[in-house]
């Protein structure tokens, strides 16, 4: 009788115990779905917010429908461009301070970024003349800047990501920081507080103020509007693979309302989990790594960068080579001019 009732006692414990783990999963899993409904409420909310299409999206011809068609495929590879705004007051637009293309093929795993010089020289199709590719984006905002590439590198864009130095700052702030591999020893003002910042040659830890001044910073370095290509692209790396990293899932929230508060983009909401599903599955591929040579030159008291033939017509070829699974009879509509024509002004 005794061994009877102990069993019992020991089933409606076993049972007590299984209610209570039972409970405590069905919290659990109610609080993950409220979680993931509430973010993905919040993510549309905030693509909706930064969603601004290019005029080439809202009035495409046939064939640039076929491109987004096929750029929208989840192995076909795709171009971005990354533009930080240096905004003015009383200006519409701003300049176009760092500009920087990447390539992604999935089927290949290979990123290829490459940086435009902000005093290049360049033929812009929507002025008619020659000027420096950051007028591009003072003129006419990001429709002119991507024409004005898309001629130059004759490949199509079908992405682009702009924000001003505040939303800079402040994504680099809420993915908690970066941290950078300092070239040389120099010392940069930092905006807002005008105070001056020693980065010290070897790796440091940069708050959001302090990577804006890290990014900028040209004059000082020997390699000049290069050198500072570099540290862009080495601090954006660093944003992109923190902002998709698990220790950052707590933050999603605060990187959204950032994101929308200070980002403009025309990548739409039903392609964006694909994008960042792509990148997931290919961030720890190697980065290729292009560079555009060139020499400044002044020209009637203006300063330049005049970007070398030969350079330009290498990242053209591995810029294209990395879309080949657009196929050469889709790259652009853009007819090819020579590389005199887009690059070195009289």
Do not use: C
């Not at 591929?285 to 005049?306: A, C, K, N, W």
């Amino acid at each position: 009788m005794t061994t009877s009732r102990q069993k019992k006692r020991k089933t409606k414990t076993r049972r007590k115990i299984l209610y209570t783990i039972l409970i405590i999963s069905m919290v659990l899993f109610s609080g993950v779905i409220v979680f993931a409904t509430n973010l993905s409420l919040q993510t549309k909310n905030a693509i909706n917010k930064i969603y601004e299409p290019l005029e080439k999206d809202t009035n495409p011809t046939e064939e640039a429908e076929n491109k987004i068609e096929s750029a929208k495929a989840e192995d076909s590879a795709f171009t971005i461009l990354l533009a930080g705004i240096e905004n003015e007051e009383k200006a519409k637009y701003g300049r176009a301070d760092v500009l920087i293309l990447a390539t992604i093929n999935p089927k290949t795993e290979k990123i290829s970024l490459v940086s435009i010089p902000r005093d290049s020289r360049v033929y812009v199709p929507d002025l008619g003349y020659q000027t420096k590719i950051n007028h591009s984006y003072a003129f006419g905002g990001i429709n002119y800047t991507i024409n004005t590439l898309e001629e130059i590198l004759d490949i199509p864009i079908d992405y682009y990501v702009s924000t001003d130095f505040q939303g800079f700052e402040d994504i680099v702030d809420t993915v908690g920081g970066v941290d950078v591999d300092v070239p040389f020893t120099f010392s940069a003002q930092l905006t807002g507080s005008l105070k001056w910042k020693k980065y010290t040659e070897g790796p440091m830890y940069l708050n959001g103020n302090e990577a804006l001044a890290y990014v900028r910073m040209r004059k000082k370095d020997p390699q000049g509007d290069a050198g500072r290509n570099i540290r862009q692209k080495q601090v954006i790396q660093e944003i992109i693979n923190k902002a998709t990293s698990i220790s950052n899932i707590a933050n999603i929230d605060d990187m959204i309302k950032d994101v929308g508060n200070n980002v403009k983009t025309n990548i739409p909401s039903s392609d964006y989990f694909g994008l960042i599903k792509t990148y997931q599955n290919i961030k720890s591929s190697p980065i290729e790594q292009l560079q555009l040579e060139g020499v400044d030159t002044m020209i009637r008291g203006t300063s330049y960068f005049l970007i070398d033939e030969e350079s330009l017509e290498e990242v053209k070829k591995q810029l294209q080579l990395n879309l080949d699974d657009f196929g050469q009879n889709a790259q652009s509509e853009i007819k090819t001019k020579t590389v005199s024509d887009l690059t070195i002004g009289q």
